[in-house]
């Protein structure tokens, strides 16, 4: 016998998709249950990336999240790109008007978590085997287990915010999704320090040894990144090899006010481009990295979670007022094309600024021109400004 609960939508996954889509739900008055594999520290101990978008800054505000995040965050005007020693700043208020955040993606959860909670939201933390099914139908139900016992949630919706790794897309679009693929041939290794950042703005770093990264969580705790081999061993890296290698990819001039300290958090990751077309299927629909993912040179995984997350809930919202489904049958498509647009810019910063194993000479010469052009070019620095402070939602 199964415990039966009820709702109107139902969310597979409590990162930030989940998290905020039923925010913006319970904000317009519609309930749902949030189903997570994890336990509530370990969601709120994950380290992520950092960079909110100005339309991400506004959603999490309109939302009701954005409190301590205005508080503590630190606002960015621009950024630096660097070539074997060579700089330039990518001044993105000057030629946009708009501003990014810094903003540790493992706050933008916690504040949610936080918020959710304390306004009575049903989040099983620790849900096992979550499996959804007669999505297609006017009644799906999504079953799991939960502390040895067997649940189902009935509900009209069900959202697909369960990750990469998540079942909703494996399991139930089988028969009608198309994948596109691209894997990278080198990781990011990642450290986290209480040491106060080498720059007061991001550096991203195209070295003959490698992409380098310096971002940042406040103005004493720094983030790191170096690129390494996929087959790398974070055992090989003590923190003393880290900073001397960071130290020669940012170059010297940049490399004088690098404060070393203990790694307080080290870990290697993959680089992919994916996406999974369409992002419904009956009454399913998928939403962030459950959907897709982004190489993090652009910082645009959080982004894109949250520009979905705000088309599915207007849409389930525009169904609930006025019966009208359009909003839901266009929920793919329009994603979509704002989602390719993302991939392309996300893909274009990792091929600049990456050291590709098998890349010819006539490979490398072409990062280099495209440094040039961009450092020359104010209409080619606009460019790159535009989709960093996050393109227009549609
Ligand atoms: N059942 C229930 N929950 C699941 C399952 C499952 N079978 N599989 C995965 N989950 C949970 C994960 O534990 C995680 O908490 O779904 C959640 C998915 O969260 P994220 O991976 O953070 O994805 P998303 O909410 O789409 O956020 C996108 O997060 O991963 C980063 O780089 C990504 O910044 C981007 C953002
Ligand atoms: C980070 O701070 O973790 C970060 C910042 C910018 C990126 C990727 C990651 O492009």
Redesign the pocket.
């Known amino acids: 016998m199964s415990t039966r609960h009820k709702t109107q939508v139902c969310i597979?996954?409590?990162?930030?998709?989940?998290?905020?889509l039923s925010q913006l739900l319970h904000n317009s008055g519609i309930e749902s249950i949030i189903?997570?594999?994890?336990t509530r520290e370990?969601?709120e101990g994950?380290i992520?990336?950092g960079v909110l978008e100005a339309g991400s800054v506004e959603a999490l505000t309109e939302a009701g999240i954005g409190e301590r995040m205005m508080r503590e965050g630190l606002l960015h005007d621009g950024f630096n790109l660097a070539f074997d020693g060579d700089h330039h700043r990518i001044d993105l208020k000057g030629l946009t008007g708009k501003q990014v955040m810094v903003y540790g993606?493992t706050e933008v959860?916690r504040d949610m978590i936080a918020l959710r909670l304390s306004q009575g939201a049903e989040i099983a933390f620790g849900?096992?085997?979550?499996?959804p099914v007669d999505v297609t139908s006017s009644k799906p139900l999504v079953k799991?287990r939960h502390n040895g016992a067997s649940h189902e949630v009935e509900c009209a919706f069900v959202a697909g915010?369960?990750?990469?790794?998540?079942?909703?897309r494996n399991t139930v679009l089988e028969s009608v999704r198309q994948t596109f693929e691209r894997v990278y041939p080198f990781g990011w290794l990642g450290i986290l320090s209480d040491t106060p950042p080498v720059s007061h703005e991001l550096i991203y770093a195209n070295h003959q040894r490698g992409f380098a990264l310096c971002s940042m969580r406040s103005m004493t705790r720094s983030r790191y990144y170096v690129q390494c081999s996929t087959e790398d061993d974070i055992a090989n890296w003590s923190d003393a090899r880290f900073w001397d290698e960071l130290t020669a990819r940012i170059g010297e001039d940049a490399a004088r006010n690098l404060v070393r300290g203990p790694s307080i958090e080290k870990s290697i990751a993959p680089l992919r481009s994916f996406v999974c077309e369409p992002m419904r299927h009956g009454n399913l629909f998928l939403?962030?990295?459950?959907?897709h993912?982004?190489p993090?040179t652009g910082a645009?995984?959080?982004?894109?979670?949250i520009a979905?997350v705000r088309y599915l809930s207007r849409a389930l919202i525009e169904h609930y007022r006025s019966g009208n489904a359009a909003w839901l049958d266009n929920y793919s498509a329009t994603c979509l094309k704002r989602i390719w647009k993302v991939e392309r810019f996300s893909w274009y910063m990792s091929m600049m600024l990456h050291q590709f194993p098998d890349d010819s000479a006539f490979g490398k010469k072409m990062q280099r021109a495209e440094f040039d052009y961009i450092a020359s070019s104010e209409t080619a620095s606009r460019a790159i400004a535009e989709n960093y402070v996050g393109l227009p939602l549609d």
Not at 12 to 20: M, Q, R, V, Y
Not at 35 to 38: A, G, H, V
Not at 300 to 305: D, F, H, V
Request: charged letters at 20%; proline letters at 4%.
């Open positions: 597979i996954g409590s990162g930030p998709a989940g998290l905020l189903l997570e594999r994890q370990h969601v994950r992520r990336a993606q959860t849900a096992q085997d979550v499996l799991y915010c369960d990750g990469f790794h998540g079942v909703s939403a962030g990295d459950a959907a993912i982004v993090p645009k995984g959080l982004n894109l979670a979905d």
